[in-house]
C-alpha cells in the first residue's frame, strides 16, 4: 500500500502528508498529557 502510494504521490506530496499526521500524532499526544497531569496531580494530592 505504502509503495502504491509512493507511485502515486510525488516526493513532496508525501513528505507534506507525512508531516500532517506527524504533527497530528503530536497534538494527541500534547491533548492526552493537558488531560492527564491534573489527574496526576490531583492523585499525589490526595495520597
Do not use: D, R, Y
Not at 516526493?11 to 498529557?33: D, R, V
Amino acid at each position: 500500500m505504502i509503495g502504491s502510494l509512493w507511485f502515486l504521490l510525488p516526493t513532496h506530496q508525501e513528505e507534506a502528508i507525512l508531516q500532517i499526521q506527524i504533527q497530528k500524532m503530536i497534538m494527541m499526544m500534547m491533548m492526552m498529557i493537558l488531560v492527564a497531569s491534573p489527574l496526576v496531580l490531583a492523585s499525589l494530592i490526595i495520597c
